[in-house]
């Protein structure tokens, strides 16, 4: 657990040099992202003491890169605030963060206000409810250039009923929720949504997403969500799992409703990195052969063996035209060094 804004630095350095290098944005650009999206106090302001969920290891930064038919994408994912035991003092500056992202995306006001009415339907911001959200109620995402944001928010909601309130958000925020309502009820007796997302950088674009767990074993044929059907899935199971087998743990699955329209437009399977447990060199070739066989665009090679960073997920998708993505995650290598 890290205590100091600049333990958090230190322990994230590595992870920035690596995005600078594999983005080829400046170092100064992407340390600029990245302070924004960890809103950290300065030594000596507020208690210390939070933690993080945005890794497994409790760091609260992650970049990612999004590899389709629209070139290479890049983001950071960062949890604000983290170091902070005060749960309401925490929440402010998140929340301060999230309303100055979403008041750069001037033509996005009704995204800025989805984003807005998905935290009042998920969050209750009281002080004794917020104390119970050990690691912070909701994270935030943003590309390293141009204009975009996800906002992820916890599904375990203290004294509340987490299906109630996601239905509640459903029905608030989609035109027409039953296809987001039918997956909800779907998955309730084999899967645990974990969180619930708004992501996009205009109204047209963004969307409502939920993401889950496998309690049990389950065929994605069974899911619910059409998309899962497709062979596409399977596919990628079979390469990139190779003789490798994860538990029902290992796999996070996600579904992404129009914001516009309430319409199933993706859905993408995710298999955890540390499960996979690969060489540097066998995540490189299983990288190629992705790119190759789905006619994705070429990404610089990774060097994993340079750069004090460890792959967190591995992830395919497809959207409700059949492209493919493939999204790679990154998170720092933990220290374990606490400050």
């Not at 760091?59 to 035991?85: C, F, N, Q, T, W």
């Not at 009923?161 to 039918?182: F, K, Y």
């Not at 319409?263 to 060199?281: A, Q």
Request: hydrophobic share 40%; proline share 6%; net charge neutral.
């Amino acid at each position: 657990m890290l205590y100091s804004s600049d333990a958090v630095r230190s322990a994230v350095a590595p992870l920035l040099g690596f995005v600078s290098q594999l983005s080829g944005v400046t170092s100064a650009d992407v340390g600029r992202v990245a302070e924004r999206l960890l809103a950290l106090p300065p030594e000596g302001e507020g208690e210390r003491g939070g933690r993080s969920i945005v890794t497994g290891e409790g760091l609260p930064l992650e970049y990612s890169i999004s590899v389709s038919h629209k070139g290479l994408r890049h983001r950071l994912m960062g949890d604000p605030a983290s170091v902070l035991s005060s749960a309401p003092e925490r929440h402010a500056r998140a929340r301060h963060t999230l309303m100055s992202l979403c008041e750069e995306m001037q033509s996005s006001r009704t995204l800025a206000e989805a984003c807005h009415g998905l935290l009042r339907h998920m969050v209750r911001a009281d002080g004794s409810t917020l104390s119970q959200y050990p690691a912070g109620a909701f994270w935030l995402a943003t590309p390293l250039t141009g204009a975009g944001i996800a906002l992820f928010i916890s599904a375990d909601i203290p004294e509340g009923n987490p299906r109630d309130c996601l239905a509640q958000a459903i029905i608030a925020l989609l035109p027409t929720p039953a296809p987001a309502l039918r997956l909800l009820a779907a998955l309730q007796p084999y899967a645990r949504v974990v969180s619930v997302a708004l992501e996009g950088s205009t109204p047209e674009n963004a969307r409502l997403k939920l993401y889950w767990r496998l309690r049990i074993p389950r065929r994605l044929s069974e899911m619910g969500v059409p998309l899962l059907e497709h062979n596409g899935y399977s596919d990628f199971l079979a390469v990139a799992l190779g003789r490798r087998e994860l538990s029902a743990d290992g796999f996070l699955i996600d579904a992404g409703f129009a914001l516009t329209s309430g319409d199933l437009v993706d859905s993408k399977l995710f298999l955890c990195g540390h499960c996979l447990n690969y060489s540097v060199d066998e995540w490189q070739a299983l990288l190629d052969d992705l790119i190759a066989r789905y006619k994705l665009p070429s990404v610089p090679a990774l060097g994993l063996q340079h750069h004090k960073v460890d792959i967190s997920f591995i992830c395919f998708g497809l959207d409700n035209a059949h492209r493919p993505r493939l999204n790679l995650y990154f998170k720092p290598r933990h220290s374990r060094q606490s400050g």
